[in-house]
């Protein structure tokens, strides 16, 4: 029996057997031998999580918009599936042509989240493809991998042959020429990686040693060959109405996590808040016009028949023209019954009226993120909200018949005091006096406050990346704190297990070191980890121990200013000064100002021509 | 108006459950730009009906969906115009134009034809030659599977008809709200008087629903 007639068989065994059977609208099938480049796209989590995923279907689109090249999907199969796979010796299969990954010329692997690295292993190996990036010889593809956890590329180094660090849609183009190039002139594995080591954006970590010092600090990165670059810097598209933006995206027959057309508005975020790696790593921001936006729109709304649109980005309220947006999409779907759903914090006196006229909003959940409990905290973590503006918020939304409202926090964030999370019930019970406040006749019935509060995970590339994360006692004490105050009427609180954002933590600013652990770990029956039914700690702890490496030394160490950190050979464009000089400000709680106030001098303002807002005054 | 159509589900979605093929043809429809009716209210949706939900994990040649329109649409142009919008495993192979007075198809469904593909050849064709010894007996008892409990009926009067060609067994089957013979439940069957144990792997593909005509004779529901 092959593979396929055995993959029939296991889709009759499993949960959810659509999450593997491809076909839906707007896939792309083409005859595998007219295309000369064959492009295996890996989500590392599974289908659900994929699929709504907007970086995927952008690169999905632009690779197979070009007549030379293909590109198919792969997703990590749940553990039922995967058990019937190895059991049946049957490989990981594309979604669009059932093709084992094996078969593919470059695998790429989109970097979202640090807890899928374990998947990443499983995918490799059930393609048929050798782990371990020095193991693989002249007829394994070459496997890459882009996305925000790029930027720290260390713990993946001995698995990934070549990492796009920033922006994907020039570079991947680039990338897949250099590949095309090794099948056409029959380069040596070795000679394609050196060429694609020459491209601007991309990181061959097997052309760079590492050498530590005896307390297991990195002491320094440096190139072995004449290709590399000491420091390789991230590529950044500069204008979002020119680069590539997919007019049609596949829709699934599922209900996936994201089921509705997400419209990215705008790239990165001025705003400069301390803790948040996205706000770093995508600067500058740039905008999408409101042209370009109507326009892709309407033709995704036709191309899809999805019933909402979302607008997109780090921090939709930003951008410039976001009224007009509105109205102009809620004119223009309004006939064909489409919703838009807004960014929360914009409900603003504007938009009320279109919105009580047409209906077109949904009162979903309100969404607000003020992150700390006390001004003083959220001055320390740059959060430019104040308890004003948030209860001002609360309160227009409640007078508009909303009932029901979320409000994020962290907890672990530097410099923090139980005052801090005292504040956070404070907040808490002020938003529902707004709600009471309002006459009983003119407020919707059944008010639900939902406070959720993640556990602070330092991430490189912000000024926070040299700060500890609390240990797991000492979550566990705070949220022990939290349960007590945030014990109020109407109040559901929401809080985490520190385990796996400790396991985050570790690998967010893990070093090359720690790609034995992940190994042992996936060796040792990890993966899924981002699943609360699948995450084993205390087999990762074991991993920890048999590479004789301590966790803590990576989640819970303050690293010294002048210490060589793993990632400085990446060059994301902000300055390590600008980050040491935003870490110093946060530890006397001093704010720094949104970039469209004036540019703050973080690094990039030295490419020329990269940041808007550059020129707009300050250093 | 409203619009007859028969529609396909193909065997690589045979998987996709009911309600998410309800949701892809609702898509599909808002895809192709027809001017479909939606219903009033704060949350509007496409007036569409299906004649029978088809179980997961089965194929369909000829489903029913029936949709009314605000204005007035060719079934030619019904047609064209959803094979653009639907992906491959879902199209269109025929449309009728009713007018709004038309019975509603759902409650005249009365019995559907099946093909059961046996995937072991041998074993297929072992129960094939089965079907006149098990249709000989008086009773043929199955087992009914719902939710709570397990129930024991005799299938005999809710087989139709039935034959076997190679490893296919191509059957009627009685199907209304009230009783119906699953697919499964003719299989067990076949399998008790071939003397065959064990999983059986089949597929099975519903061909056609029928419901009777004025003078009580079954026939193609789209046909009424
Ligand atoms: S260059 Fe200046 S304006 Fe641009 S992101 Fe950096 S600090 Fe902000």
Redesign the pocket.
């Given at each position: 029996m092959d593979y396929n007639e055995k993959f029939e068989m296991a889709l009759e065994k499993v949960q959810k057997a659509p999450r593997y059977t491809g076909g839906e609208m707007n896939t792309t099938v083409k005859a595998w031998d007219e295309a000369r480049l064959h492009f295996g796209f890996c989500f590392p989590d599974t289908y659900e999580v994929g699929m709504s995923h907007l970086g995927m279907k952008i690169l999905y689109g632009l690779i197979n918009r070009e007549s030379w090249s293909l590109c198919e999907r792969f997703f990590m199969p749940w553990t039922d599936m995967m058990d019937i796979m190895k059991a049946e010796g049957i490989p990981l299969l594309s979604m669009e042509s059932r093709r084992p990954l094996r078969d593919f010329d470059v695998i790429g692997f989109t970097l979202q989240y640090e807890m899928s690295y374990s998947n990443i292993l499983a995918m490799i190996e059930m393609g048929g493809v050798p782990i371990d990036s020095c193991e693989r010889g002249e007829n394994d593809p070459i496997v890459v991998a882009g996305g925000p956890c790029a930027f720290n590329p260390e713990p993946l180094a001995d698995f990934i042959d070549a990492f796009m660090i920033g922006d994907g849609e020039d570079v991947m183009t680039e990338l897949n020429r250099v590949i095309l190039s090794r099948r056409e002139n029959g380069w040596t594995r070795g000679k394609c990686l050196r060429e694609l080591a020459k491209l601007e954006g991309v990181y061959v970590p097997s052309l760079y040693d590492v050498t530590y010092e005896a307390d297991g600090r990195v002491r320094s990165v440096t190139p072995n060959c004449p290709e590399a670059s000491p420091t390789v810097r991230k590529r950044v598209v500069v204008d979002l109405n020119t680069t590539y933006y997919p007019e049609e995206i596949p829709v699934p027959y599922t209900e996936v996590v994201f089921d509705r057309i997400m419209l990215e508005i705008m790239r990165?975020c001025?705003r400069?808040c301390r803790f948040c790696q996205a706000g770093m790593l995508y600067?500058?921001?740039r905008e999408r016009s409101l042209e370009k936006l109507t326009d892709l729109a309407e033709k995704l709304q036709e191309a899809t028949g999805y019933e909402e649109i979302s607008l997109s980005s780090l921090s939709s309220g930003d951008y410039t023209c976001l009224p007009e947006l509105i109205r102009t999409l809620m004119k223009n779907m309004k006939d064909k019954r489409v919703s838009i759903s807004l960014p929360s914090l914009r409900i603003d006196s504007v938009l009320k009226e279109s919105l009580e006229e047409t209906q077109q909003v949904r009162k979903t959940s309100l969404t607000f993120a003020p992150e700390a409990g006390t001004q003083r905290m959220r001055d320390v973590i740059n959060k430019g909200v104040t308890e004003e503006d948030l209860l001002e918020k609360v309160r227009d939304a409640f007078h508009g018949g909303w009932n029901s409202v979320k409000l994020y926090f962290m907890d672990g964030l530097p410099t923090e005091t139980e005052a801090d999370l005292d504040g956070i019930a404070d907040l808490a019970r002020k938003v529902v006096s707004e709600y009471f406040a309002v006459p009983k006749d003119r407020r919707a019935r059944g008010l639900r406050v939902t406070v959720s509060v993640s556990i602070f995970v330092p991430k490189p590339f912000t000024p926070f990346q040299w700060a500890p994360q609390d240990t797991i006692e000492t979550v566990f004490a705070k949220t022990g704190h939290l349960k007590k105050v945030l014990n109020i009427k109407g109040v559901t609180f929401n809080w985490h297990e520190p385990y796996l954002s400790f396991m985050e933590a570790c690998f967010a600013r893990g070093d090359r070191r720690m790609g034995k652990v992940l190994r042992r770990a996936y060796e040792k029956g990890c993966i899924l980890d981002g699943w609360s039914e699948t995450f084993r700690f205390d087999t990762w702890m074991e991993a920890f121990k048999e590479c004789d490496l301590d966790p803590a030394f990576y989640a819970n160490r303050e690293r010294a200013l002048d210490e060589v950190l793993p990632w400085d050979h990446i060059d994301s464009?902000?300055s390590k000064s600008?980050l040491l000089r935003e870490w110093e400000k946060s530890r006397r709680a001093e704010t720094t100002k949104d970039?469209?106030k004036?540019?703050?001098?973080?690094?990039?303002?030295?490419?020329k021509g990269?940041?808007?807002?550059?020129n707009?005054g300050?250093? | 108006m409203r619009i007859l159509a028969v529609f396909e589900k193909g065997e690589r979605i045979r998987h996709i459950g009911h309600l998410d093929i309800q949701r892809s043809v609702q898509r599909g429809l808002r895809r192709s730009g027809l001017p479909v009716a939606y219903s009033q209210g704060f949350n509007p949706h496409i007036l569409i009906t299906f004649a029978q939900a088809l179980s997961t994990g089965a194929c369909g040649k000829r489903e029913i969906m029936d949709v009314t329109m605000a204005e007035e649409v060719s079934a030619e142009e019904f047609v064209a115009r959803m094979n653009r919008a639907m992906p491959p495993e879902m199209q269109v192979r025929e449309a009728r134009a009713v007018d709004a007075k038309h019975p509603s198809l759902m409650g005249m469904v009365r019995a559907a034809d099946y093909d059961l593909t046996i995937r072991d050849a041998e074993i297929g064709a072992r129960l094939a030659e089965a079907i006149p010894a098990m249709m000989a007996k008086e009773t043929i008892p199955a087992l009914r599977k719902t939710k709570t409990k397990l129930t024991e009926v005799d299938i005999k009067p809710l087989i139709l008809s039935i034959r076997g060609e190679a490893n296919h067994v191509f059957a009627t089957l009685v199907l209304t709200e009230r009783e119906s013979c699953k697919p499964q439940m003719l299989l067990e069957a076949l399998k008790q008087a071939a003397g065959i144990e064990g999983e059986v792997r089949m597929l099975v593909t519903r061909e056609r629903l029928l419901g009777e005509d004025a003078s009580g004779v079954l026939a193609p529901l789209e046909t009424l």
């Open positions: 990165g001025t400069g600067r500058p921001v464009g902000i600008f970039c469209r004036g540019c703050n001098g973080c690094g990039l303002q030295k490419w990269v940041c808007g807002y550059a707009a300050g250093t | -």
